[in-house]
């Protein structure tokens, strides 16, 4: 949540905001990451926000990639298949 105060509403829209709260809190609660999960859903759904945020020149691609890196470490420790993936 610290990047995300750090980005805060100059850099993103609030449903942008809540997409990464969301998945967030999915990943705190998550035991494990399933590959039809709803942790893992709401990660890549974060995944592809990113992508389109970079994509359309709002973000740089290290800003998005902290961000990943955040949101990872609020989960469990992914599972060898998905690490294979």
Not at 19 to 39: C, M, Q, T, V
Request: charged content about 30%; overall charge negative.
């Amino acid at each position: 949540m610290h990047t995300l105060d750090e980005l805060g509403p100059s850099k993103l829209l609030e449903e942008e905001q809540d997409r990464i709260r969301h998945a967030a809190d999915n990943l705190i609660f998550a035991s494990e990451l399933e590959p039809d999960g709803l942790a893992e859903a709401a990660l890549d759904d974060t995944v592809r926000l990113c992508r389109s945020l970079v994509d359309s020149g709002r973000w740089e691609k290290v800003t998005a990639a902290q961000l990943g890196n955040d949101l990872r470490a609020c989960g469990p420790e992914a599972t060898a298949s998905l690490r294979a993936a």
